[in-house]
């Protein structure tokens, strides 16, 4: 069975890369105010791999679109990662703690919403001096919002895979 774990990983960082590169291409109001689909795959992640491989995907994800999208290197880099790694512990936390309780949109809200606060500290602690709590509850709003979407693409994604069988059921 790990030949096909490995396959499905690969195919989920392909399929987050992907969406990462078209979201960033996608104009936005506000810097922080992503659609977020490249969480698409990191829902997914979480729900059949867990915590660690969700934070390695994701990891992985936001350096290749980060090399493709030339901002490598840069502070948007730093916010991008930030914002990744956070996002991945809260929802493998909140999936080891509540997985009967929370769904998948849910679970995508609470991950967008940590992203977004993970790259409002970091943008305080690189540009010190910008009045960043002016716009939290806007940036949470969004989270909420758009990681609701993203979670609802997610279990769209999940369930249509599953049956034409480029995702397997899990074994257990």
Do not use: C
Not at 90 to 100: A, E, H, I, S
Not at 120 to 127: H, K, V
């Amino acid at each position: 069975m790990p030949y096909k774990s490995n396959r499905e990983l690969t195919l989920l960082l392909l399929t987050a890369t992907a969406l990462g590169v078209v979201d960033s291409l996608i104009p936005r109001p506000m810097p922080f105010m992503k659609l977020g689909l490249a969480n698409i795959a990191s829902v997914i992640a979480v729900v059949r791999y867990g915590f660690l491989k969700t934070l390695e995907l994701n990891l992985l994800r936001a350096f290749a679109v980060s090399l493709i999208t030339g901002i490598l290197a840069t502070p948007s880099f730093l916010l991008s990662i930030s914002g990744a790694a956070v996002s991945a512990i809260t929802m493998g936390l909140l999936w080891k703690l509540l997985p009967d309780r929370l769904s998948l949109s849910g679970l995508s809200a609470a991950g967008a919403v940590a992203s977004l606060w993970a790259q409002l500290l970091a943008a305080g602690f690189i540009l010190s001096g910008l009045p960043l709590q002016n716009i939290v509850l806007l940036l949470t709003l969004w989270g909420v919002l758009s990681g609701s979407a993203v979670g609802l693409l997610a279990q769209k994604a999940m369930s249509r895979s599953l049956k034409t069988g480029v995702l397997h059921k899990a074994e257990g």
